[in-house]
């Protein structure tokens, strides 16, 4: 053996020995609340938020597109962009961390999945209680919100319109139910995510870099106020490393599925 595959030999080891300690941690969760990112969508073909920025829209900032001063200074702009977005979503499908996350309800009594994602990947994966903390890009809402938060409205053609389509009830614009910077989160999804929190006793973190609050704060307080485990799946350091019982350095969509396949053999 070379050094080198001595030292890949040695980390290959240490992941199988991590993977089996997250297993047996998950095992016995009765309260487990799941907390995602962008990472796991990365893998089904989603880029980032920032990684969108490429082509035809390289030359703007997330600053520009996504606040509702963007939207009220050029709504078609940001229309367009969301819809580039969408077309780009509906295209992927959901990965094997998806479908892992979705095979865990299969063996625990509690799954709530908490995620900052938009695309409503994991519920195409079967995962049945998803808290979209940040909105579903799928959904449009009137501007004003009408007949209450959100004031949700079909809309069939979403791109190549001429222009941005109005609220049947008020006349005031269309736009995605996503929230946008400088926007507060739907109160009852932050609500309820913040209760499972202080009541969990596993948290998995999959994907998120941990800097985007209020989500990024979740971990932290399902450790402080319920002395949950914290795992945390990220192939990258990420705010959360230096916290979680068990770091498992690697891919999502090849991690998870072993962390199932672990658990259903103890
Ligand atoms: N498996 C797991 N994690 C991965 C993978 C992978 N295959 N690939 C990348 N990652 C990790 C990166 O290392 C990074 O830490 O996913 C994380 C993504 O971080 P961010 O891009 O900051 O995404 P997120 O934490 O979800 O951001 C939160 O910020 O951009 C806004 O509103 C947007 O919901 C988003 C929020």
Redesign the pocket.
């Known amino acids: 053996m070379t050094p080198d595959s001595a030292r890949m030999a040695t980390s290959a080891e240490a992941l199988d020995t991590k993977i089996n300690e997250a297993a047996r941690l998950l095992r016995n969760s009765q309260r487990l609340v799941v907390l995602m990112?962008?990472?796991?969508s990365?893998?089904s073909g989603v880029p980032?938020?920032r990684d969108a920025l490429t082509g035809l829209w390289a030359a703007f900032d997330p600053t520009q597109l996504a606040t509702v001063a963007a939207f009220r200074a050029n709504p078609k702009l940001v229309w367009d962009w969301y819809a580039s977005r969408r077309t780009i979503i509906e295209a992927v499908t959901f990965n094997p961390?998806h479908q892992a996350l979705a095979d865990l309800e299969t063996l625990l009594s509690q799954v709530v999945i908490v995620t900052?994602?938009?695309d409503g990947l994991h519920q195409r994966a079967g995962s049945r209680d998803v808290i979209p903390l940040?909105g579903a890009i799928h959904q449009y809402k009137c501007l004003a919100d009408c007949r209450g938060a959100p004031t949700l409205v079909n809309v069939v053609v979403w791109n190549d319109l001429p222009a941005v389509p109005r609220c049947p009830h008020c006349g005031e614009f269309l736009r995605p139910n996503i929230v946008w910077f400088g926007e507060y989160l739907p109160a009852e999804s932050i609500a309820r995510a913040t209760a499972l929190c202080h009541a969990a006793d596993v948290v998995l973190i999959?994907?998120?870099?941990?800097?985007?609050e209020p989500?990024a704060s979740l971990p932290w307080h399902a450790k402080h106020y319920a002395n949950a485990a914290i795992i945390d799946?990220?192939?990258?350091d990420?705010e959360f490393a230096v916290m979680a019982d068990v770091f498992l350095e690697a891919?999502?969509?090849s991690t998870l599925p072993r962390v199932i396949a672990a658990m259903r053999a103890l």
Request: aromatic letters at 4%; zero cysteines.
């Open positions: 990112g962008a990472g796991v990365k893998e980032t938020f961390a900052q994602n938009i940040h999959v994907g998120t870099s941990g800097v985007v989500a799946v990220n192939p990258t990420d891919p999502a969509g």
